[in-house]
Nanobody, 127 residues
């Protein structure tokens, strides 16, 4: 099991940018597939982006494709989500998830496929 901590959330105007970070401990995250999800008030947790162990495979939801970029630095045990051109509809609590994966290229888009979660970080985009 890995302990995940998100950071980087905040309040930003529409069109602005934020970079979220997710740091894992005590285990090295290089053995985990990882992803970002978000949950707005009254809504279910939804997929945002996923990345494989190696970082070579990434996948995005249609709503963020072209605006958000997921990446990871396994040497720093950290995953990132660069969010550009933010819209009020992006307002939510953002969570990072991780799950062990034996293959370097595997990733998942369903929240049920992740075993470990961070506590979440709030992102608020004002219009």
């Amino acid at each position: 099991q890995v302990h995940l901590v998100e950071s980087g959330g905040g309040l930003v105007q529409a069109g602005g940018s934020l970079r979220l970070s997710c740091t894992g401990s005590p285990h090295i995250i290089s053995i985990y597939k990882m992803g970002w999800f978000r949950q707005a008030p009254g809504k279910e947790r939804e997929f945002v982006a996923a990345i494989s162990r190696s970082g070579d495979n990434t996948h995005y939801s249609d709503s963020v494709k072209g605006r958000f970029t997921i990446s990871r630095d396994n040497a720093k045990n950290t995953m990132y989500l660069q969010m550009n051109s933010l819209e009020p509809e992006d307002t939510a609590v953002y969570y990072c998830g991780a799950s062990f994966c034996s293959g370097y290229g595997c990733y998942s888009v369903g929240p049920d496929e992740y075993t470990d979660w961070g506590q979440g970080t709030q992102v608020t985009v004002s219009s």
